[in-house]
């Protein structure tokens, strides 16, 4: 959030506000919202609430370059301090155009070969990094006692579709075939992803099973983005006021998918793929307040037409990228604990 203040105090004030009586934070944030039946979390609310109050976006005037700033500055405030102790390892996934950076994190205690998370970070292909993303790599796999696998695919629109999508596919593939080089059981390899994220995790393994590959056992998917060819019912409810807007979204799809790419291409919205069987067990979230609720939502149930195991979970009182706000508050981290219960539980960790 770009309050003119060094990001040390800012995440102070953002701490002492969260730190005060029920009471009081309601004040601060105002009183409750509530829209389509649901009443917003109190502490997504007052995140809200300095958000507005620093004019925060996911899109920030200037574009690419200033809106990458914003998601790196934002972490500092409401990612939480480091959750430790998490070994971390650099890695470099060659492929033919050069490598992929990753890193490996693997929870302190974890013996022998562990389940294994390839983790692909949102930010609507445009923003978003290894580094914004570190907390959530962090805590998922302190909390589902796994190794986690963290992709810095390229981004648009330096790379537009299908760059990311290339670097994912590359990602899996080295998953299984350096699976004990990363202390992971190759029976126990999970993807996932948030927001494009998921978009992209989700795509990877349908690739998989269609070209008879390895698959993996589980996908988690939070908040993803499963269709640009088409806005549903929460794209209008939810068009702007709650961080990630409709307009967001146009602005991402725009640099990810640029004319004259198809849309309903199933590689670019995995919703509209012919055949969903033989995916694996998903766990699927969506978030009350955001327009990505609707689509997430018939993706688990095309899922499970097709005779796919699926756990969908609507946090319905919180907002699209809940799991980046762990540092505050106590609502976002039920929330992404449950993701993690799910991975945990998936891969008999």
Known sequence: MSIPFPVRIQAAVVRAVYALPHGLRRAFAG???????????????????FQRMSKATMVMPGGVGPSRDEMEHARHLVGGPRIEPVAVREIGIPQERGETPARLYTP????????????????????????????VARFL????????????????????????????????????????DLGVDPERIAVGGDSAGGNLAAVAVQEAVRRGGPVPVFQLLLYPVMDLSTKRRSHQLFAETYFLTSDNMDWFADRYAPEPL????????????????????????????DPLRDEGEAYAQALEAAGVEVYLSRQSDLIHGYANYLGVGHRFEDATAEAAEALRKALGC
């Open 31 to 49: 009183k409750p919202e509530v829209r389509d039946g649901q009443t917003l979390a109190l502490d997504a609310q007052v995140i809200l609430k």
């Open 262 to 289: 198809d849309r309903t291409d199933p590689r670019i919205s995995p919703l509209l793929a012919a055949d969903l069987a033989g995916l694996p067990p998903t766990y699927l979230s969506t978030a009350g307040f």
């Open 108 to 135: 302190a205690g974890l013996g022998g070969a562990s389940g294994l998370l390839v983790y692909v970070h949102g930010g609507g292909w445009a923003v978003g990094s290894l580094e914004s993303h570190d907390h």
């Open 141 to 180: 796999a302190q909390r589902a006692r796994v190794r986690v696998l963290s992709v810095g695919y390229r981004l648009a629109p330096e790379h537009p579709f299908p760059a990311g999508l290339e670097d994912v596919r590359a990602a899996l593939d080295y998953a299984f075939a350096k699976a004990v």
